[in-house]
């Protein structure tokens, strides 16, 4: 069998733990390929910032973790990664998705753009010549060029109900749910949240985070009682500062390049690492001092 090209193979009776076991096994061993992780953040309601959020939290992963990321928007009609990221390439996510003969992880890789050393735009047309409509299947082969290809793909996911965002939040491996702490916010995380529990019941639970908190005059759900409706606290909680996220937002930066002290970085950060589960790598006194060191050396010598 093995000779065959069969993996593993289980003989019977063969419980639960055997086949984790086996699965594990394989995906664990030294000569077995890497898979990327995806993740999917949506937002609860329009405009409550979840783009924002997503692209944050992609720079975040590729900067402060030095994980290799990909942003992939998939708001073909109105995405904003490319100007927040100040990128004008001339393809993008529609290329792949209207060539599904085409698609590979060479292929894929020719239609990103670079925005940093590790991070790389998958990115929206945001044209309105064509109309997107999709079957629920229809990202499904870009999904896995980029875990063949990329440690982490973050999808900017569209709010709008069809059965391919469905899906790409069902097949996804972390979800994240931004929300606005107000009453049609709280009623539609519940809702998602709800519907991605019971869909995927075997892997890591969805989260949500609140943004856009403190604006003033507006009257707002609190943490506390969004948190004891949903029956689990936000992973964040992102206050309302219009001028440093529309500044940012013009200047095609991300908050960190903006101001890396400022307490959105730090949560989109805490995201960052929530999502990966990988804590943020640190240069230590042994790396800043290694070129003084070799230095001397080199003058002794």
Known sequence: ???????????????????????????????????????????????????????????????????????GDLDLGFGTAGLDFNQDPPQGIADAVFSPDRIDTAFIDRLLSKCTDQLSLLAAPATLDRVYDFASEAFDSIYDSLRASVPCTVLDVPHQWAGWTKHTLIAADDVLVVAAPDLANLRNTKNLLDLLRAARPNDRRPCYCLNQVGIPKRPEISPADFAKAIESEPVAVIPFDPQTFGTAANNGQMIAELSSSHRAADSFRQLAQLLTGRPETKKGRAGLLSPLIERLMKRSA
């Not at 984790?20 to 077995?32: I, K, N, T």
């Not at 309601?45 to 990321?69: M, P, Q």
């Open 1 to 71: 069998m093995l000779r065959r090209g069969i993996s593993d193979y289980l003989i019977s009776p063969v419980g639960v733990l055997d086949v984790v076991r086996s699965v594990c096994g394989l995906f664990s061993a030294p000569d077995a390929k890497p898979v990327g992780r995806v993740i999917a953040v949506i937002g609860s309601k329009g405009g409550v910032g979840a783009s924002t959020v997503a692209h944050n939290v992609s720079f975040s992963i590729a900067r402060d973790l030095e994980l290799d990321t990909v942003v």
